[in-house]
């Protein structure tokens, strides 16, 4: 039952995760066949998917309430459940920037930003499965460097982004909201490397 009850944790963690790639792949859909007329479509599904990893942190929530010994320090889990829960708000929140702002055409100086934030979910993923065994995992490590890595990466393309809408862009309406959107995207790569912080944490409180 104990060895269940451990398993119920980590096995959240990568259902979280698996909703932050999901909340990913609905951002790239999203801008790769930009539709502005399909947005409320598109804010509705991304919607979804933050409300079913708000239900998986709090099915974590409930279960940690009750529970007398768990696997890993209570604070990591509940950091961890936090961040992951992070990633996908952010990821909501940049499409609904898109549909707030009425956003009739995208920038495509905003692909590789996107690019980055799904290759920084989709590592997240992995690593919260390499986490399920931390304490024998080989590759752990490897995971949150190449998530501090990518958001590095962000946050280069986030300057560039910054510098070619200023040095190209006259309307400052259009460069005050491609300035929020620029970095909300920035943002939801932070919120990868916070999992990834707090994973290391975890690791070090728990070895």
């Known amino acids: 039952m104990a060895k269940k009850q451990d398993n119920f944790y980590f096995d959240t963690f990568i259902s979280c995760a698996e909703y932050a790639v999901a909340a990913s792949k609905i951002l790239r859909k ?15 599904e991304i919607h979804s998917t933050e409300h079913a990893a708000d239900m998986k942190k709090h099915e974590l929530t409930n279960v940690l309430a009750k529970a007398f010994i768990t696997p890993i320090e209570r604070d990591d889990i509940i950091m961890l459940s936090q961040c992951l829960d992070e990633v996908v708000d952010k990821i909501e929140d940049v499409v609904l920037r898109l549909y707030c702002d009425n956003i009739r055409t995208i920038r495509p100086d905003m692909l590789k930003a996107v690019d980055i934030v799904e290759e920084c979910c989709s590592e997240m993923k992995l690593m919260m499965e390499d986490f399920a065994s931390f304490k024998h995992s080989k590759t752990l490590h490897e995971r949150i460097i190449r998530i501090n890595t990518l958001e590095e990466d962000a946050d280069k393309i986030f300057i ?20 929020d959107i620029f970095r909300y995207l920035e943002q ?20």
């Open 160 to 179: 560039s982004n910054m510098r070619t809408l200023h040095t190209t862009e006259n309307d400052p309406l259009e460069i005050i909201i491609w300035r």
């Open 188 to 207: 939801c790569a932070d919120a990868c490397e916070h999992v990834a912080d707090a994973a290391e944490k975890a690791y070090m409180n728990n070895t």
């Open 30 to 44: 999203c801008i790769t066949d930009y539709n502005p007329d399909n947005l409320s479509e598109i804010v509705e």
